[in-house]
Structure formats: structure tokens, C-alpha cells
């Protein structure tokens, strides 16, 4: 096996670093061919570097893992039994398009440790491989967010809502929050002129578009509203809130 070259050696190692894993002195030595004397001057030199910077980061050696690290740049990895709950979660629900579930997996797993990726993707790579593929499944993600600032924008909105059995319609609302019930992504919402003390729920797979408004939301929409106490009430009784009066406005 060829020896690294020093300044190879010291991007790659730096590059590691900076990622947040603690680079094992031993093993790191071996994958560059070079002496662990050569490698504790690569952490010298290092060191030089980001005192020269003035980095607030400091490069500390963790004797557990015989491997160094850096302070305050350090990101913590997510732990991989955290990784994979949270894939499956999301596997389970079929909730989003294959796309944007693909993407969210691959972006996931990055944040697991480098010895723990292969682990990670052999436990679900099935369960992905048969992830139903709906091409006519609206993109969710970027519909979530999109309403979520309109909600911390305060300000109303008009939705286009649209049913596959059912004409399309338009509703003007107090966005209230976007919550997730029973596998599905729902606006929470107060509608104009409806004097129901609770907010409607919109699924937002049935919200074609909206249209920002720029009025302030409604009063009811700024008084603090108890959201676990909506996710209460939809368990007990969904017809009081998913309800036909938003298809007549």
C-alpha cells in the first residue's frame, strides 16, 4: 500500500475533523501507511493552523478512543438506533413520495458515524427497495414548510382545496398550525365568517395551492391554542373537525 502524502494526509484528517468524527490515531495511521509519530505531526501542524486562525476550536485527544477531536466545530452524530427509528418511522407511515423519502433516508444516514452507514442501509435497503411509488402523489415537504411560515407569519391565507371526487374550491383561513394525525399532515386552521369555537383540520394532500393574503390572521387564530387538546378531540371524534363546510364557501 502507497504512503499518503503529508499534505493529502492533513486534508483528509482536517477534513474528518471538522466533520465530528473522532479519527482513531491507530486506524489512521494504517489507512495512510505512516507512523504514528507522522501522524501525531499532522496533529501539530494542525494545531499550528487554528491557532494561527485564531479558531475557537480546540483539538483534544479522547483517550477512550485513542483519537482526537475538535471542540465547538465538533457535531454530535446522531446515534444509529436514533438514524433508524426515525427512517422507519417515516417507511411506516407512506406518508411522503418515493422521492422525497429517498432523499430524506440518504440525508439521514450522513449524519451517522462512518463505521455505522453500512449497518444502517443493510437494515432498511428492503424495506426502501418496496416503498409503494405513487408518481400522482403531491410533494408534501416543501407544502409543509410553506404553510408553516404562513402560520409563523400570522397572516391569512386562500386555499384551493381539491378532492378527487369533489370540485375544486377556495376557502380564505387564519392558519393556525400544520400537525401530523393518523398518518397524515393536516392544517389546522380557522375559517372566515365560521364562528366554531375550533379550528378545521385540511389535509394538505387536498390543498392544491394558497394564495398569501397579507392580512393579519383572525383573533381567534392569536389567542394560545392547545393543540394536544385538538389531537384529543380528532382521536374521540374526527367528524367534528374534518367536516364538508369548507366545500360550500
Known sequence: MER???????????????????????????????????????????????????????????????????????????????????????????????????????????????????????????????????????????????????VLRKTRIRLCCREAEHEEAHVTVSPLSVIFLENSFYLAAFIEGNEDELPALFRVEHIDSFEVLNQPVSVKSTQVFDIAKLKEIFKENPQIILNERWKQQ
Do not use: Q
Open 4 to 150: 499518503t502524502d503529508k499534505n493529502t494526509r492533513i486534508l483528509k484528517l482536517y477534513d474528518r475533523l471538522k466533520s465530528g468524527e473522532v479519527v482513531n490515531k491507530t486506524h489512521f495511521s494504517l489507512e495512510c501507511n505512516v507512523s504514528e509519530r507522522a501522524f501525531d505531526r499532522d496533529i501539530e501542524d494542525i494545531r499550528l493552523y487554528l491557532s494561527e486562525e485564531f479558531s475557537p476550536a480546540e483539538l483534544l485527544f479522547n483517550k477512550a478512543e485513542n483519537g482526537y477531536y475538535l471542540t465547538t466545530e465538533r457535531r454530535r452524530d446522531l446515534m444509529v438506533d436514533e438514524l433508524l427509528t426515525i427512517i422507519k418511522i417515516l417507511l411506516g407511515s407512506e406518508v411522503l413520495r418515493s422521492d422525497e423519502l429517498y432523499e430524506i433516508s440518504e440525508t439521514l444516514m450522513s449524519f451517522a458515524g462512518r463505521r455505522d452507514v453500512g449497518k444502517l442501509k443493510a437494515l432498511i435497503v428492503e424495506e426502501l427497495a418496496s416503498y409503494p411509488s405513487k408518481p400522482d402523489k403531491k410533494v408534501f415537504i416543501k407544502m409543509i414548510w410553506d404553510l408553516s411560515e404562513c
